[in-house]
């Protein structure tokens, strides 16, 4: 079962104490939750955290039933940065628990989104170390591009030194 962007903001309000209370919610608390949710996870989208989670184009056009699509492992960092965010609106504090649970699961997220960008260096700019003395049979200090033997034909020359 998918989880949707009701059942994240209704993680948030159990959170913060109003578990109990779900039906005394009205809808512009939800909706106002909504929100917030939305703006937490474009401000994760910008600083590269990437989830999955389908941002509305506006306010109007996020939906509280619509499926998140974003991984088991993101719903606790999610559930609990969005009680943060909500809890001075219904004038409660949060517990510290829930604010170490919430810089926690926000470091996880953090850690598994983090990807090293692929850099391919270009071979001839690079010196090819002091090791390395085919510059003496050539006068080229540098990297030369690599020749693959299975796809050098029989009259190519390959150095294999």
Known sequence: MAYTKRDIVNQAFEEIGLA???FDLQPQQLESALRRL???MATWNGKGIRLGYPLPS???????????????????AMATNLAVRIAPMFGKTVS????????KAYTQIITQSATPIEMQLDNTAIPSG??????????????RDPVDPLQAGPDSILDLE
């Open 58 to 76: 506006s306010p109007a056009d996020s939906d509280l039933d619509q499926v998140t699509g974003v991984p088991d492992s993101a719903l606790e």
């Open 38 to 40: 939305d703006n937490m």
């Open 96 to 103: 510290p628990d829930t604010k170490a649970i919430a810089k």
């Open 20 to 22: 109990s209370y779900v």
């Open 130 to 143: 002091a090791g390395n003395k085919m510059f003496r049979y050539r006068q080229d200090p540098f990297l």
